[in-house]
């Protein structure tokens, strides 16, 4: 297994080892994502990957990284080449049908409970978002989606400079945030406009996006969640 990051827990002062997963470590993965999904409150905020996708992405359609204490899976991260169909996140973010094979997926992010507060998402995001390039095909969108109310991902995404494109029901009538980040873009967006809505107000938020707004970042005033949308001018 060959290792492509090394570093320490801040919280528990632990080395900790990054490395490209394969097939072999498909047990470690399930369990650790049964075992993140079965402390949530809510379960609906998170979409869990089944084996068949697992052995989808593993198989050649993408990558999982993983952190290791020892020879403890603790945390991992996935990208997927995702298939080209009515439900590809590109189609919601406006794209036309021959730029669907530009897209990438951002996948699943499970940390074990007993390492959170280490900065692992972010450290993983980094480092697979590094080794993307070293894929066969280069892409040039990158696309996630996240529930409302998911804060920790919310976080997470706002933090690697995604925006949110789109807000529309998915996986059935789940409501899902729809993030991209142009990978290719090197022009500065100025964003000459902004507002915020309430994170509860979806029918608002839905509004704007459809209008040409993005949403650009969240914040939190009087114990209630609200995103920030942009309105922007590329220079």
């Not at 394969?22 to 084996?51: A, C, F, G, R, Y």
């Not at 020879?71 to 991260?77: K, N, T, Y």
């Not at 996006?209 to 114990?223: F, T, V």
């Amino acid at each position: 297994m060959k290792v492509i990051f090394e570093g320490t827990l801040n919280n528990e002062e632990v080395p900790f080892k990054i490395s490209m997963l394969s097939l072999s470590h498909l047990h470690q993965i399930l369990e650790l994502q049964h075992l993140v999904i079965d402390s949530l409150e809510n379960k609906d905020i998170l979409q869990p990957l089944t084996l068949d996708e697992f052995e989808y992405i593993l198989g050649g359609n993408g990558m999982i990284i993983g952190a290791f204490v020892n020879d403890d899976l603790i945390a991992f991260r996935a990208l997927l080449i995702p298939l080209i169909d009515q439900d590809h996140l590109g189609l919601d973010i406006g794209l036309a049908e021959e730029d669907l094979s530009s897209v990438i997926y951002q996948e699943i992010s499970n940390v074990h409970l007993k390492y959170r507060g280490n900065r692992l998402q972010q450290t993983l995001a980094s480092i697979i978002m590094k080794q993307l390039s070293k894929l066969d095909q280069q892409y040039s969108y990158i696309c996630c989606t996240v529930a409302p109310f998911n804060i920790p991902s919310l976080k997470d995404k706002f933090a690697q400079g995604m925006g949110i494109a789109s807000l529309k029901e998915k996986y059935g009538d789940q409501l899902r945030y729809i993030f991209v980040k142009e990978l290719n873009e090197k022009k500065r967006e100025n964003y000459i406009e902004s507002t915020m809505l309430r994170m509860d107000d979806f029918e608002g938020q839905k509004q704007l996006l459809a209008s040409g707004w993005r949403g650009i970042k969240m914040e939190k005033k009087d114990d209630e969640y609200w995103v920030v949308f942009g309105r922007n001018e590329v220079h």
